[in-house]
């Protein structure tokens, strides 16, 4: 299976009362038929958006349940596939065991970096010389030289995987302009 995407509207379960403002009592569980698996998610940007009864977070949802297989199962084995949101147990927490489960990007991806540190790991990126960066609230900002992948990603990318990167140019012309995508 691959990552999937989901909105919450976290905005309104907080105002209710429903969910911790950073989002860590939230779970989901995959279950087919019977049997329940608790999925590992990261939440998108590390915000979890409880601003006004509208706002919305992103949820990225790694499972391992193989859906094109599951399609003819179901309709020959009337098999049960569910996806559960689970929030509001005030015994969880994003502290000691439960850090496992909240929301994690390495779990969730096969290649994912944070920029939660102050330095880059340097057995996953090659850092040019002379380069010039700092890390910052999850942001990279390289002001001079650039950084590559030390090694090759160990799979296809026609095989169905995606990358996806966001970037902002601060030099002019292109000042403040946001690029992002998928390659």
């Known amino acids: 299976g691959y990552p999937f995407r989901v909105s919450i509207n976290t905005g309104a379960l907080y105002q209710q009362n429903k ?23 990261w939440i998108e940007d590390d ?21 094109s297989d599951s399609i003819t199962s179901t309709m020959n084995n009337n098999t049960l596939n569910y996806v559960f949101m689970y929030y509001g147990n005030s015994l969880i927490s994003d502290t000691a065991a439960e850090t496992t489960t909240f929301s994690n990007g390495s779990k969730v991806f096969k290649v994912f970096d944070g920029f939660d540190s102050t330095t880059l790991d340097t057995t996953f990126w090659n850092i040019s010389d002379g380069c010039e960066y700092t890390l910052s609230a999850g942001l990279l900002n390289i002001t001079n030289g650039g950084i590559g992948l030390q090694k090759p990603l160990p ?5 169905g995987y995606m990358i996806e990167t966001r970037a902002t140019m601060t030099e002019a012309p292109f000042e403040y302009a946001t690029y992002g995508g998928t390659l």
């Open 19 to 41: 969910i911790n403002a950073n989002c860590s009592d939230i779970r989901f569980l995959r279950q087919v038929n019977a049997s329940y698996t608790v999925l590992n998610y």
């Open 47 to 67: 915000f979890c958006n409880v601003t006004s009864e509208g706002a919305e977070t992103l949820f990225w949802l790694s499972d391992t349940f193989d859906y």
């Open 155 to 159: 799979y296809n990318l026609n095989d």
